[in-house]
């Protein structure tokens, strides 16, 4: 995250910047809130005409972008600026068809949050996963959503590794 964005990244603002995106927008995909420390996501996919399939279900392809850049979005607003983050891979498991609309709610727990924080101190690279259940109107899971993303601390913010200190002091 550039420092420019990162004086006005906040939740209402990352809310409404992505409730206005276009491939949002057109799905019929709703961010519902973000927590103000971003560690919470609920998202909404209203079944509309536009975004059914040939079954009358939710176009699978919409709900694999209901997922897309969550999690990023998510962890770029707790580490901010000092971090790169991207998404990395991720697959879908379609359980049952989607005949209303549809939900999922993102989490980062402070256990990730944490793993997170001590895999990427020294600038190593970090691959966390994420599995999201999207619900129909009935609360019963219509696919899971694995994401993978990588992440690494930029390095003008990596602590100083035993063998930089050694060369310092000599």
């Known amino acids: 995250m550039d420092r420019r964005l990162a004086k006005i990244y906040k939740p209402k603002y990352v809310k409404f910047a992505l409730n206005i995106w276009p491939p949002f927008w057109g799905a019929g995909i709703r961010i519902e809130e973000i927590s103000e420390d971003f560690r919470s996501v609920k998202v909404r996919l209203k ?39 991207w998404d990395k891979e991720a697959s879908i498991d379609f359980i049952k068809p989607g005949f209303s609309d549809l939900r999922a709610e993102f989490v980062v727990s402070q256990d990730m949050l944490d793993d ?4 990427t101190a020294t600038g190593e690279k ?13 609360g019963e899971v219509v696919s899971t959503i694995q994401r993978k ?6 390095a003008e913010y990596r602590e100083m590794q035993a063998s930089d200190t050694e060369s310092v002091g000599a």
């Open 47 to 85: 079944l509309r005409w536009w975004n059914k399939n040939a079954n009358r279900s939710q176009f699978g392809g919409s709900i694999f972008a209901m997922t897309d850049p969550i999690y990023s979005l998510m962890l770029m607003g707790i580490l901010r600026e000092q971090y790169y983050v």
């Open 126 to 138: 970090c691959f966390p996963e994420f599995v999201t259940h999207i619900q129909n109107n009935k």
């Open 116 to 119: 997170i924080l001590q895999s």
């Open 149 to 154: 993303l990588y992440i690494r601390k930029k």
